[in-house]
């Protein structure tokens, strides 16, 4: 069974810094290619970015220049180290993993909640 399962998530003021983390279990890790979606209240669940299994990044225009994926395939995880953050980047987070081979795949986590807020 696969899991993913983020943590990182918390209150920081804004112009602060987090790392979310999600730790991949019960696959190949490597092989997925591996994204960070967030969902603000009623808002749609959109992607905010995205490494592939061979280590290429992509970014919402939103977050470019201020947030960092990043993946360890040694340790199962991807990061998404997020600075500069604003008040509208406050949403639940949420880890996604995809492989599009013969059979397809997509598991997701559970999400962690930021906020950013004075």
């Known amino acids: 069974q696969v899991q993913l399962v983020e943590s990182g998530g918390g209150l920081v003021q804004p112009g602060g810094s987090l790392r979310l983390s999600c730790v991949v279990s019960g696959s190949i890790f490597s092989i997925y290619d591996m994204g960070w979606y967030r969902q603000a209240p009623g808002k749609q669940r959109d992607l905010v970015a995205v490494?592939?299994?061979?280590?290429?990044?992509d970014y919402a225009d939103s977050v470019k220049g201020r947030f960092t994926i990043s993946r360890d395939n040694a340790q199962n995880t991807v990061y998404l180290h997020m600075n500069s953050l604003k008040r509208e980047d406050t949403a639940v987070y949420y880890c996604n993993a995809q492989y599009a081979g013969i059979r397809s795949l997509d598991y997701w986590g559970q999400g962690t909640q930021v906020t950013v807020s004075s």
């Open positions: 490494i592939t299994s061979g280590g290429s990044a």
